[in-house]
């Protein structure tokens, strides 16, 4: 084979079949790209080669280097069906969310209604300022908390007023013994305490600042819880059941 086909073989991957139709002058000429219409390999051959028999190194097969012309199918063998072009992908629609569609979760639309901030209950009106379930103030926005107080019975109140009763019993006590010393043991300290020393001790003017001292004393001790517990706060304070 002449020189100029060997240089023509080595740059493309292919075999002329028909070597008449390239010569040597044909070397400098432009180069085109041609296909393999059974494997679609690409080739670069001269131009003037257009129209001669080439065999692919791919595939082995012989085409007509006709960029133009179709797939030629070999004998003994089917031609190979022409790939499908991928079908263009249409756009998912998005899916709505559950709480979109209302009633994945059993839910339930309601009308608008004013409702405690606080536990979410209904209230009587928009203008309600205590919510009456968990005692929110939707004035003050605090919340007012519900305590259970336990019950009081007797043994409670007898426990209450028993520090009372002994206060008083007291007072009682002490204006008493006052009152008997002006009436009736003044007069008689004052004669007999030049004889007696009891006497002495009870006709003296120090003797009877104490004895006023010590009285005054019981009446505010015993007066002031006294007043407190029967009058200011007469039931006893409530306990909180946490149960």
Known sequence: ???GHRGFQA??????????????DNMSEAVTVVACPFCEKQFRIQVKSLGAKLRCKGCEQIFTAEPSQGPQAPKGKPANPPKPAPAEKKPEKPKPD??????????????????????????????????????????????????????????DYLKWYAYP?????????????????????????????????????LANQVSQIYIWVAALTVFWKC????????????????????K
């Open 1 to 3: 084979m002449p020189g």
């Open 11 to 24: 740059r493309c991957p292919v075999v002329v079949v028909n070597p008449g139709l390239i010569g040597d």
């Open 98 to 155: 559950d709480d979109e569609e209302g009633g994945a979760y059993g839910a339930v639309v309601e009308e608008e209604v004013p409702r405690c901030p606080n536990c979410v209950q209904e209230l009587e009106s928009e203008d309600q300022v205590i919510c009456l379930n968990c005692g929110f103030n939707n004035r003050t926005r605090t919340l007012n908390r519900v305590k259970r107080i336990q019950h009081k019975g007797f043994v």
């Open 165 to 201: 009763i002994f206060c008083t019993i007291m007072i009682i006590i002490t204006a008493s013994l006052l009152v008997l010393y002006y009436v009736r043991y003044r007069s008689w300290a004052i004669d007999n305490r030049a004889e007696d020393t009891v006497a002495w001790l």
């Open 223 to 242: 007066g002031k819880p006294a007043v407190m517990r029967f009058i200011v706060n007469p039931h006893p304070p409530e306990e909180e059941v946490f």
